[in-house]
């Protein structure tokens, strides 16, 4: 039966790849780009040999720390990743505890992160080369931290299922892991700053991580290479310990919640028509009133707001290292022309709830003006936080109608791309209820070329704001920036107006082909 589940689980991976030529190709790139980083770790560890056994245990033990507690804590945040081998859809079989939960263990590695994880950790091996009997203890410390990668994130998952269930913890949580990830540059940045120092206590740290579920593996060939023998005896069989105990309370775990499944709860209820009864009573206004609850609710849209903070203190960051006036001056336009673009996706987001705008018999324009005046209503604040605060900041009030004008063209040149864009171009995007990080396989390279081409148009269309606001830095002559003030406004209207109505236009055309389209990318 284990056997079986394996099969089933490559079965529904290489299937996936044969959903179009796209999806193929698209893996391809990926797992090529992944080998080549992890060739490129192995090539590092292949250099590390020549290293002390202190540097080389100590680096060893802290990456493997990193691995395993990204593979604990990440698949809690980011739900959705892969449920192709959902424990709930065996409720109906009949199947022994030892089968599926051993089953659904090894099948983690019949899929692209379990198989690099595995990967990294057997390269990590070739540091221990010089030594036959270290570099043995090595692999066999590799082999017991990947699968220890899989017990501690399904542990977890499962131990929190209670909470995960949840949707709003879900959107939260996903919106809330883009903090780390936009201040990953920073921290690893201030971490080369104090490289010198950090090798001081590195030998410390990695000799505590060395005795927990997350460094030990590392940790038994370093022992092994310093002639700690029994020593490495011993934190073998805490590790295999580890394993064991991890798996058998898991795997109870996963029983529990297969017999008594939880079940969701409403988060509330709304009294009247709710955001329906604050917009106009009309076509555009029905379609608004919709796209501001996604915005609102949807963890997908959602943290495109959390992202304009983040940009901000990173330029705030890079402006204290540099002092550069510039770092932080075009932080502005980039935030809310990615705010523009962020509807360029509006119908792949929809996904088969397009099918309410197919069939309501809306007309093309409506759509589109529904869309962009969410978008606006959104983005209001933002342009008059970034338009007012970036000059405050900067000590430099005479950029404030500079930027008034340039936030208003770039924000405006997305607004009316994206609807054009979005009313012919669609692309595989994480499905309505699924993590925004998540990716569906092969999905990249259309989404990279149909993003190029609508980036590139909002930079034209924005290059005479931009050169305006150039004038003004190079000259300091304040002529400029009130020129930009009303060029800016002016240009970001025509874009729209043109935006919308084109896109409309196409819409009125197409309707049939693009909710075909937006079905075939689910």
Request: charged share 10%; hydrophobic share 55%; aromatic share 10%.
């Amino acid at each position: 039966m284990v056997a079986h589940l394996l099969s089933l689980k490559w079965n529904l991976l290489v299937n996936g790849f044969k959903r179009s030529t796209w999806q193929l190709v698209g893996s391809i790139i990926g797992g090529l780009y992944a080998l080549f980083w992890v060739v490129l770790l192995g090539f590092g560890s292949f250099e590390l040999a020549d290293e002390s056994v202190e540097l080389r245990g100590s680096i060893a033990v802290l990456v493997f720390s990193v691995v395993l507690l990204g593979w604990t804590f990440i698949p809690v945040l980011i739900t959705g990743v892969d449920l192709t081998m959902d424990p709930a859809r065996f409720n109906t079989f009949v199947l022994s505890r030892r089968d599926l939960s051993m089953g659904l263990l090894l099948s983690g590695f019949v899929g692209i992160p379990a198989a690099l994880t595995l990967l990294a950790f057997l390269s990590q091996t070739l540091m221990w080369r010089p030594e036959l009997g270290t570099m043995t203890a090595a692999l066999l410390g590799a082999l017991l931290g990947a699968l220890m990668s899989q017990v501690l994130s399904r542990l977890v998952a499962t131990a929190a299922l209670a909470v995960t269930a949840n949707r709003r913890f879900r959107d939260i949580s996903a919106i809330l892991l883009f903090i780390p990830l936009m201040l990953i540059g920073p921290a690893m940045a201030s971490l080369a700053d104090g490289f010198e120092r950090a090798m001081e206590w590195l030998p410390t740290v990695a000799a505590v991580l060395g005795w927990t579920p997350f460094g030990i593996f590392a940790a038994i060939p370093w022992d092994v290479a310093q002639g700690h023998l029994w020593i490495a005896l011993l934190r073998l069989l805490v590790a295999v310990l580890y394993v064991g105990l991890g798996y058998a309370v898991w795997s109870r775990l996963l029983m529990r919640s297969l017999e008594n499944p939880s079940e969701s709860k409403a988060s509330g209820s709304i009294e009247g028509l709710g955001i329906f009864g604050k917009v106009p009573a009309t076509p555009w206004g029905a379609v608004s009133a919709r796209a501001l609850i996604y915005w609102l609710k949807d963890p997908r849209y959602a943290g495109s707001l959390v992202v304009v903070p983040l940009m901000l203190v990173l330029a705030w960051i890079m402006y204290n290292q540099t002092e550069n006036l510039h770092v932080v001056l075009w932080v502005a336009p980039v935030v809310m022309a990615l705010m523009g673009f962020s509807i360029s996706a509006d119908v792949s987001y929809d996904s088969t709830a397009f099918s309410l705008h197919v069939l309501s018999g809306i007309t093309g324009r409506d759509d589109r003006w529904g869309r962009v005046v969410a978008c606006a209503a959104v983005s209001a604040p933002l342009y008059l936080i970034l338009s007012l605060g970036v000059p405050f900041i900067l000590g430099d009030l005479a950029l404030i109608p500079a930027l008034l004008g340039i936030n208003a063209c770039a924000l405006m040149a997305g607004l009316g791309v994206s609807s054009i864009a979005s009313a012919r171009y669609t692309y595989a995007v994480p499905l309505p209820g699924e993590s925004p990080f998540k990716s569906h396989p092969g999905s990249g390279v259309r989404m990279m070329v149909t993003q190029l081409v609508i980036m590139v148009s909002m930079a034209i269309l924005t290059a005479p704001a931009v050169a305006l606001l150039i004038s003004y830095l190079v000259t300091n002559n304040s002529l400029w920036a009130w020129l930009l003030l009303p060029l800016g406004v002016g240009l970001g209207v025509l874009y729209v107006w043109l935006g919308v109505k084109i896109g409309g236009r196409w819409l009125d055309k197409g309707w049939p082909e693009l909710m075909q389209a937006t079905v075939r990318n689910r």
